[in-house]
């Protein structure tokens, strides 16, 4: 006893034998097993199995078997490259328009006071939640064919459709944008202007490296949900405008072309699944 408490006078501290260890360190492997198994039998059931069924429907002619015949069929239709290339195409200008205009919206609303900019802010997180098919429905209203200027027939072309995925996919931007401009210190711009510097030049080195990471991490989640979407292009109604969605649409509903219609999903999905490894690269450097 008196050799603890001289140990505990010089400092020395008290140590934990090596051999004992604490029940609540480690839960029991029976019991990590317990938990784990029902996330991963809903996953597989819920998610994997229908996707499976789709890879092996795409492998399934309608004349028997198992082959490649319909990826290659698929491949050389020019529908599908027109798809594909429609697809990536608005997908990329809606992601470069939603950049673009999410920083300047955002640089506005942080950096530029004015009465409800916090209104504004908060409406932002509301509008999130709104679907894509009522953001289209309010553009009827104004560029459809009885809207205030549907005599230009706007939203019909390719451009309509342009510019319903910005209006509905810039508050993605703005979001994590805003949130990257509360963590500038205000004493940097104020150093900046005090030394001279104007408000383009603070924007350009003080402002926008700050927010350079998140914003391209926000560009690369619009990017993989402009691919994929589908009800902005059917609600518009846009003549011409065939993405990967609607083909995949077109192709099972329309000419019960099922083979077919399976293999342009599996190619959306490795278009997406890759794009989405990309968003989550960009995300963890820019740790969000």
Avoid: H
Avoid at 34 to 39: G, K
Avoid at 78 to 100: D, H, K, P, Y
Avoid at 206 to 226: Q, R
């Amino acid at each position: 006893m008196g050799e603890v408490v001289a140990r505990l006078r010089a400092g020395g501290g008290w140590s934990r034998p090596r051999g004992g260890s604490r029940k609540s360190d480690t839960a029991p492997r029976p019991f990590r097993g317990a938990l784990v198994l029902p996330p991963v039998v809903l996953l597989a059931l819920f998610f994997l199995y229908p996707l499976a069924l789709v890879v092996q429907q795409s492998l399934q002619p309608d004349t028997g078997g198992t082959s490649l015949q319909p990826y290659a069929d698929v491949f050389a239709s020019e529908s599908f490259r027109n798809a594909l290339w429609t697809t990536v195409w608005i997908a990329v200008s809606s992601t470069v328009g939603c950049m673009v205009l999410g920083f300047v919206l955002a640089l506005v609303i942080a950096f530029v006071p004015f009465p409800g900019a916090k209104a504004v802010a908060r409406f932002i997180d509301v509008y999130l939640s709104f679907p894509s098919f009522l953001i289209t429905l309010a553009l009827l209203f104004i560029y459809g064919t009885t809207g205030i200027i549907g005599s230009f027939q706007f939203l019909t072309t390719p451009w309509g459709v342009l510019l319903a995925e910005v209006t509905y996919f810039t508050p993605f931007v703005m979001r994590p944008v805003l949130a990257a401009f509360s963590q500038v210190d205000a004493a940097q711009i104020e150093a900046a202007s005090s030394l001279g510097a104007r408000a383009p030049r603070i924007v350009r080195q003080v402002i926008l490296p700050e927010a350079l990471p998140v914003l391209a991490a926000g560009g690369s989640l619009v990017l993989v949900l402009c691919l994929n979407e589908f009800g902005i292009v059917l609600f518009t109604g846009a003549k011409g405008v065939t993405t990967l969605p609607m083909l995949v649409y077109s192709k099972a509903i329309l000419e019960s072309d099922y083979p077919g219609a399976c293999v342009v999903a599996v190619v959306n999905v490795l278009i997406s699944v890759g794009l989405y490894g990309l968003y989550r690269v960009v995300s963890r450097r820019a740790g969000a």
